[in-house]
């Protein structure tokens, strides 16, 4: 569970069945979110934004 932009965290809850992705900056950010399976997917952020995913 990680993102290879140091400006995006991912955090995982697997007991919980969720992760979000964070965007700690005030300007948009691109990334590409690795899952604790491998996969990944890239996504687009605002500044400020978290966004919630089921696992």
Known sequence: WY???FNVEVHAFVENGKFCVV???YES??????RG??????LCLEPNQ???YGI
Not at 37 to 42: E, H, K, M, R
Request: proline letters at 0%; a negative charge.
């Open 3 to 5: 993102s290879d932009n």
């Open 23 to 25: 965007n700690n900056t």
């Open 29 to 34: 950010q691109s990334t590409t979110v690795y």
């Open 37 to 42: 399976d491998g996969s990944a997917f890239t």
């Open 50 to 52: 978290i966004v919630w």
